[in-house]
């Protein structure tokens, strides 16, 4: 099994800053991309940015120049700092890993269960 646990959601004026994190665990043999994923009320979900196992990254013009992806390889833990927040950032915000199982042959990707970010005006 393989599993992906987010953490770091919550409640933020507009300007404030939060820091997610998502962690990859079970019978994992690698680790490919990650990504940030965000779903706001209403609308369909959206690529907040993503980050290759090299550690090249895009983003969302969206959020361009205010959030920045990172990734601990060793830990299979991907962090999406978020600065400058403004309400259309709320959304519940879902990390996804393209992973190989240590029993498998194929990467394959797996979400997590989503955390939720407010940004109160």
């Known amino acids: 099994q393989v599993q992906l646990v987010e953490s770091g959601g919550g409640l933020v004026q507009a300007g404030g800053s939060l820091r997610l994190s998502c962690a990859a665990s079970?019978?994992?043999?690698?680790?490919?991309?990650m990504a940030w994923y965000r779903q706001a009320p209403g609308k369909e979900r959206e690529l907040a940015a993503t980050?290759?196992?090299?550690?090249?990254?895009n983003y969302a013009d969206s959020v361009k120049g205010r959030f920045t992806i990172s990734r601990d390889n060793a830990k299979n833990t991907v962090i999406l700092q978020m600065n400058s927040l403004k309400p259309e950032d709320t959304a519940v915000y879902y990390c996804?890993?393209?992973?190989?199982?240590?029993?498998?042959?194929?990467?394959?990707?797996?979400w997590g269960q989503g955390t939720q970010v407010t940004v109160s005006a």
């Open positions: 996804k890993a393209d992973i190989r199982r240590t029993s498998g042959t194929y990467y394959y990707d797996y």
């Open positions: 980050i290759t196992s090299g550690g090249s990254t």
């Open positions: 079970g019978s994992i043999f690698r680790v490919n991309a």
